[in-house]
């Protein structure tokens, strides 16, 4: 898919001549982003490591999200996504980190297919969020966009890492 192409692409660059390491924290897409990462000769040394939280009890138990945010819309909603990312950061040595949490199908219930929370955080306090309505374009197509989103998000977070350490590094405030 050119989208994650692309966003391959861009991370790479932002990570370039960096020591920045990652953590993904994957509900949705169960490790899809962290393979993709470890595979790629460029990204796979930036990797610290991935979790896969796919149930709501290991989202809880091995990343600390309030059981309430979990047990609220099926546990896709933004306070998971930033729970995740936070999560991942605080049970990792990584700089940067992701946390993916969405319905990718089929639909069930009432819930809203394609409906993505992404959040990634730093550790030195930067914060981003996004949420998708990739509609229902059937399910592997939606994990696609979402590594695609995830890769893109990660780059976005990392070149201001990367802007911010390198004023810091020059006396220089940051902003």
């Given amino acids: 898919m050119q989208d994650?192409?692309?966003?391959?692409?861009?991370?790479?660059?932002?990570?370039?001549?960096?020591?920045?390491?990652?953590?993904?924290?994957e509900s949705c897409t169960g490790?899809?982003?962290?393979?993709?990462?470890?595979?790629?000769?460029?990204?796979?040394p930036h990797l610290d490591r991935g979790?896969?939280?796919?149930?709501?009890?290991?989202?809880?138990?091995?990343?600390?999200?309030?059981r309430a945010d979990v047990?609220?819309?099926d546990a896709v909603n933004p306070e998971v996504a930033e729970s995740l990312a936070r999560g991942a950061l605080a049970h990792s040595e990584a700089d940067?980190?992701?946390?993916?949490?969405g319905f990718c199908g089929p639909q069930q219930r009432d819930e809203e297919v394609g409906l993505v929370y992404l959040a990634a955080a730093a550790r030195g306090g930067a914060f981003t969020a996004q949420?998708?309505?990739?509609?229902?374009?059937?399910?592997?197509?939606v994990l696609d966009r979402t590594v695609a989103a995830a890769?893109?998000?990660?780059?976005?977070?990392?070149?201001?890492?990367?802007?911010?350490?390198?004023?810091?590094?020059?006396g220089g405030?940051?902003?």
Avoid: N, P, W
């Avoid at 896969?52 to 309030?66: D, F, P």
């Fill in 4 to 25: 994650m192409e692309t966003g391959q692409r861009r991370l790479i660059a932002a990570l370039r001549d960096s020591s920045l390491r990652l953590a993904a924290a």
């Fill in 31 to 44: 490790g899809q982003l962290a393979a993709l990462i470890a595979r790629d000769v460029d990204l796979g």
């Fill in 51 to 66: 979790f896969v939280v796919y149930s709501a009890s290991s989202k809880c138990q091995l990343l600390g999200v309030a």
């Fill in 71 to 73: 047990e609220r819309s």
């Fill in 96 to 101: 940067l980190a992701i946390g993916i949490t």
């Fill in 131 to 141: 949420q998708f309505h990739f509609g229902d374009i059937g399910r592997e197509r």
């Fill in 151 to 170: 890769l893109a998000l990660l780059a976005t977070l990392a070149r201001g890492q990367r802007v911010t350490s390198l004023a810091a590094e020059a």
């Fill in 173 to 175: 405030e940051t902003g």
